[in-house]
């Protein structure tokens, strides 16, 4: 009879056991996982993408209203070159407040496979806590398959 393999994390399409880690529908063994480490990336501020959208909005409202005679060009220009600064202006707001992530990454076979990206810290953390206590489990349980079981601390004698 198969027994069931307490997992040490499950979350979330997440799951480690002392033998594998499973990432969504994908499967990693552990004893194939050569280290696991964690990355900070950046991704498109949703800010920026706002201010970035209303900047061509507001441009082509300035372009649709300038047909016509050369008055309302004139008299739009203003408000064409306010839109292309808005535009401007968003790539300011990326640099100052991007969207932080952070990745789990892990090696395998001298490759880098990044298996989860989240913003949440805590969760990816734990998830490498979890990787590294697999990494123990396995190398305990393949000791004691190499040594023939536990190793016995040999009984001082009192003479």
């Known amino acids: 009879m198969e027994q069931m393999v307490q997992p040490l994390f499950e979350l979330d399409n997440v799951r ?3 033998h594998v880690a499973q990432f969504g529908e994908t499967y ?12 900070r990336g950046k991704k498109l501020s949703r800010l920026a993408l706002f201010v970035f959208l209303s900047g061509v909005g507001l441009l082509i409202i300035a372009v649709v209203r300038s047909y016509g005679s050369e008055v309302q060009a004139d008299a739009n220009f203003p408000f064409a070159v306010a839109a292309v600064g808005i535009m401007f202006s968003s790539f300011l707001v ?10 789990l990454i892990l090696r395998t076979h001298g490759s880098d496979n990044e298996v989860l990206t989240s913003h949440r810290k805590q969760f990816i953390l734990d998830v490498r806590q979890a990787v590294e206590a697999a990494f123990i489990a396995h190398a305990e349980r393949f ?9 016995q601390v040999p009984k001082s004698s009192s003479a």
Do not use: F
């Open 143 to 151: 000791n004691l398959l190499t040594e023939g079981g536990p190793t």
């Open 16 to 18: 480690i056991t002392p």
């Open 94 to 103: 990326q640099l100052i407040l991007p969207r932080r992530i952070l990745k």
């Open 28 to 39: 990693y063994q552990i004893a194939s996982i050569d280290s696991v480490r964690v990355a």
